[in-house]
């Protein structure tokens, strides 16, 4: 066995990521890879397995059920374990407001989230799940390393003490870096990567149980996260019960929180597409219908943190929570109700749904002039076939159980990335990868930093915009350019806006994925998302043939409260020839107030107007009139 209490982080990834009919049926199809050891290493595991209680009580272990307290995010709580050798585990967590399970059982494995929500684990979710089920069973231990490899990664001291960190890789999925005490043998650490967050857990208050010695205390903690310090200690810990096989395997109900307004489905409802979002009207708790964006890559669904004030919505807990941006820091509700609806009956309600609170409007207000009561994200989407129709400007919802696709459109497989759904996609003939879609951005293409680094792209763009790009988490500078196709399925388009980003951390800085998908191209189609089936339809649409167009203004308006500013001027811009400057503020746009517009009809005179067309700002700096005149102008 592992030896180190094994779900923690398993807890927190559940918590921070933020489908069933049919159930996929998956095998890893990854072949083993080949077993080593150094031996230097063989040394560190046979020092490991003496200091523990030898190899014949190790190897004499083949199951284990333990019952664990929990405090994390401001809540108390128990986490329940069951592992069997060679590769099941099973968990359930009770935590505040959340309920979660999950389990693997050697083949496929799945998840319920804390809303009830079943999902079936594949593509790179699947490996690590299986991965984890090999460190967690103690493969690493076996005669063969189970697969694996272990190796000397290196020797590190501070104050405290001295280890031997081994680098131990499981045939698929994350391999742990482990910290072994070189006084006492014992492991006192494990350094788990994830994506784009590593995970530290420090082992301690080893006893000795069934002739092993076992920590009963866990500490984990994200880095740069401190705010999601999560504590496990051992309540009780049973060695080689017998376990139902059923325990490690799918199960066969799913959440039944779904009701259509006109009793069967499918629902169409009204939505608007402004800012280069889609927005939905929705009630939260029977309240009167509110403006929320509907966002494929959220992986939980959100209230603005001031709108939940306002409204009485009671909030828990604190924890910090990966956005675009970065991480930001977020609670948690109860809502009693979400429904959407239409004309005509239409509609669905989704009841006792657990969601996240943050600042939302901090981030999105300046961009969109006006504010969100909060985002639908998976936990709304993943319960329908989806389909967004940008051009009739409706959302259609399908029940899942029986849905078939009957449009014209292609049909494309899709994977999960913890709640998001991947695609494959392609630029330049040549650059291939897994891409996030996310309704929740108004790009063409944002590429990650590892991605972009690892292709060489700066080096290969050098004409490019400096270009602020933001989310949930803050603001951060990117690089636009300009690429020569795009490809996804069958369809594919030439001189495709690319963002290649310089995010360090948060959801653009992702080293699994290539990229996210926006809406300037999902806008092209209509576009049907069947998490369920792995499905993701695209059928042309009146938008399919556009140009991707870079504003000719170059001049970014913000709304801070009731005034509007120059947020940024791009170097080289029409905005910048006629001398406006961060900062600005901007009172009116040819001869009319600033505050008549909105901010999707400034967006497109500057995108859409002719090269050369003049536009006069009227402007306040340091208590002076200006009345700057711009011709606007093709940037890239």
């Avoid at 002039?369 to 959302?395: K, P």
């Avoid at 050369?612 to 940037?635: A, C, F, Q, S």
Wanted: charged letters at 20%.
């Amino acid at each position: 066995m592992s030896r180190s209490i094994p779900l923690p982080s398993r807890l927190l990834g559940a918590l921070i990521a933020p489908v069933v009919l049919p159930l996929l049926v998956l095998t890893t199809g990854v072949p083993a890879a080949r077993a080593t050891i150094t031996p230097d290493a063989a040394k560190v595991v046979d020092r490991y397995v003496a200091a523990i209680g030898g190899r014949a009580a190790v190897d004499a272990e083949r199951s284990a059920h333990s019952k664990l307290k929990v405090s994390a995010f401001g809540f108390e709580g128990t986490l329940e374990a069951w592992n069997e050798r060679p590769n099941k585990v099973a968990t359930r967590t009770a935590l505040g407001p959340f309920t979660l399970q999950e389990g693997c059982d050697g083949a496929t494995a799945w998840r319920i989230d804390q809303n009830g929500k079943f999902s079936q684990r594949d593509g790179k979710d699947l490996e690590d799940e299986l991965g984890s089920a090999w460190y967690e069973n103690g493969r690493w231990l076996d005669a063969d390393q189970g697969g694996g490899s272990v190796t000397v990664l290196s020797s590190e001291h501070d104050s405290t003490g001295s280890w031997t960190v081994l680098h131990v890789a499981a045939p698929t999925g994350r391999a742990h870096d482990l910290w072994f005490n070189t006084q006492t043998g014992l492991l006192d650490r494990s350094v788990v990567k994830s994506d784009q967050t590593t995970v530290t857990s420090v082992m301690s208050d080893y006893r000795k149980v069934d002739g092993l010695l076992r920590p009963f205390r866990q500490e984990s903690t994200p880095q740069g996260m401190p705010g999601n310090h999560l504590v496990a200690t051992v309540e009780s810990l049973w060695v080689n019960p017998p376990i139902d096989p059923a325990r490690f395997a799918p199960p066969q109900q799913n959440a039944a929180d779904v009701k259509f307004l006109n009793g069967t489905g499918p629902a169409r409802v009204p939505m608007a597409y402004r800012e280069k979002h889609v927005w939905v009207k929705a009630s939260v708790n029977g309240g009167p219908p509110e403006d929320f964006i509907l966002d494929t890559g959220a992986s939980v669904s959100l209230l603005d943190s001031v709108w939940a004030v306002a409204h009485g919505i009671a909030v828990e807990g604190k924890m910090q929570a990966m956005g675009a941006g970065a991480a930001g820091n977020a609670s948690f509700a109860k809502l009693a109700s979400i429904k959407v609806a239409g004309e005509d009956g239409q509609g669905v309600e989704i009841g006792d749904q657990k969601v996240a609170v943050l600042a939302l409007n901090r981030f999105v207000q300046p961009f969109f002039w006006h504010g969100a009561a909060g985002l639908l994200g998976y936990d709304f989407v993943s319960r329908f076939a989806v389909q967004i129709d940008f051009d009739g400007g409706t959302l259609t919802l399908n029940d899942p159980k029986t849905f078939k696709y009957a449009g014209k459109g292609t049909g494309i497989p899709i994977t999960m990335s913890g709640s998001i759904p991947v695609v494959k996609a392609k630029l330049d003939g040549q650059y291939e990868g897994q891409f996030r879609i996310d309704v929740g951005s108004s790009s063409t293409v944002d590429l990650h930093g590892p991605f972009v680094a690892k292709h060489g792209l700066r080096a290969k763009h050098p004409k490019s915009i400096e270009v602020m790009s933001g989310g949930f988490g803050g603001t951060f500078t990117s690089h636009l350019v300009r690429m020569k196709t795009m490809q996804i399925g069958p369809y594919a388009w030439t001189d495709p806006l690319v963002v290649l980003s310089a995010a360090e951390t948060g959801g653009l800085a992702s080293e699994d994925l290539a990229g996210n998908i926006g809406n300037e191209i999902l806008d092209r189609f209509i576009c049907t998302l069947d998490y369920d089936h792995r499905m993701l339809y695209l059928e042309p649409g009146k938008r399919y043939a556009k140009p991707d167009r870079f504003t000719r203004a170059g001049v970014q308006v913000a709304r801070i409260g009731d005034t509007y500013r120059a947020m940024e001027v791009v170097a080289g811009s029409a905005a910048a020839a006629a001398g406006i400057q961060e900062g600005d503020e901007v009172v009116s746009l040819d001869g009319k107030p600033i505050a008549t517009y909105t901010q999707d009809s400034v967006s497109t005179l500057f995108e859409r107007g002719a090269v050369g067309e003049k536009h006069t700002l009227g402007l306040m700096r340091d208590g002076k009139k200006l009345t700057l005149v711009m011709r606007l102008k093709t940037l890239i």
